[in-house]
């Protein structure tokens, strides 16, 4: 059995007050793997494109105020 479905089934079990302070946790796990991602992907440059991109629209016009 993969260790994917092993979390799967122990999630299912855990009482409502367990899910919530894992799901918690869980949010904010993800939330600190995503940040380091964009973080690295903006260090290295593959975000480059898209600040290119938004740029040209702005000069262009296509931009508009919040």
Do not use: C
């Amino acid at each position: 059995m993969r260790e994917v479905d092993v979390i799967e089934r122990a999630v299912e079990r855990l009482p409502p007050a367990e899910l919530a302070e894992f799901a918690a946790w869980f949010d904010a796990y993800a939330a600190t793997r995503f940040d380091a991602a964009i973080n690295s992907d903006a260090k290295n440059g593959a975000l480059d494109h898209l600040a290119e991109a938004a740029l040209r629209d702005f000069r262009n016009g296509k931009a508009r105020e919040l």
